[in-house]
């Protein structure tokens, strides 16, 4: 399932295209799908929530649970570093 989520996620890193031409995010990548990025996000939810010893205490879920419903708040750098935390955190 870990694998599944990466490999996913990895995916996901390419629909991060839409740009704006001016303002203070013109720098930054946003993705193109809301939908896939939220059923990524909540099955990643899930899974950390199913396999932790924490539960819904793990930092990750917590941090992860911070986009919910705010998926324009996860810029390409943002979705970038939860790739990689991720991969820490399933090795």
Known sequence: METELICEG????STFTITYPYGLYKESYYSTTYDEL???????????????????????????????????????????LILTRLKEKFD
């Open 38 to 80: 939220s059923k990524w996000l909540r099955s990643t939810i899930s899974h950390l929530k199913e396999t932790s010893p924490l539960k819904q205490e793990d930092p990750l879920v917590v941090y992860l649970n911070t986009f919910r419903g705010k998926m324009g708040n996860i810029d390409r750098k943002e979705f970038e």
């Open 10 to 13: 990895e995916a996901l890193l």
